[in-house]
């Protein structure tokens, strides 16, 4: 199946009516690791679709996340990434070039007290520092 075939069946899937917009930014994030932000999309669709702009962008991804199909990242306070990949895993945001990366968290057994009297529905895991190629 490929990303146009992926991305359609994604959003009959989950009863979100399907129009041009959302098909691109949906194929667009479709094998994406690159976690963009609401520019970044714009800015790589842009030119693939006349009528774009930042708010339809943004109000895409929130109605995708809504929805369960990315996880927003708020891993820099002045910005917020979007990452298709919705699993249980740590962000790790290089300090120098600014990428950030996916690696697996495996968590077992552990449960606080504080989770025992709350309904947690969300945990993240993000870790800062510099990545391999930047530490040289």
């Known amino acids: 199946m490929n990303k146009k075939e992926m991305a359609h069946e994604l959003l009959i899937k989950n009863n979100i009516n399907v129009s041009y917009q959302r098909m691109k930014i949906m194929e667009y994030l479709i094998g994406n690791h690159n ?6 999309i714009y800015n790589d669709l842009k030119e693939q679709i006349p ?5 339809t962008v943004y109000n895409t991804m929130k109605l995708f996340e809504e ?3 990315v ?3 708020s891993i820099k306070e002045e910005e917020v990434r ?3 990949d919705i699993s249980f895993h740590g962000h790790f945001l290089c300090k120098e070039c600014e990428k950030v990366y996916d ?3 495996e968590i077992k ?3 606080t007290s504080f989770e025992e009297e709350f309904n947690v529905e969300n945990s993240y895991y993000f870790l800062k520092g510099f990545c ?4 040289k």
């Open 71 to 73: 996880q927003s990242i």
């Open 35 to 40: 976690h963009p932000t609401v520019v970044d």
């Open 109 to 111: 057994g552990l449960k």
């Open 132 to 135: 391999p190629e930047c530490k």
């Open 51 to 55: 009528t774009f702009s930042k708010a």
């Open 67 to 69: 929805n369960n199909l």
């Open 82 to 84: 979007f990452d298709p």
């Open 103 to 105: 690696f697996p968290v």
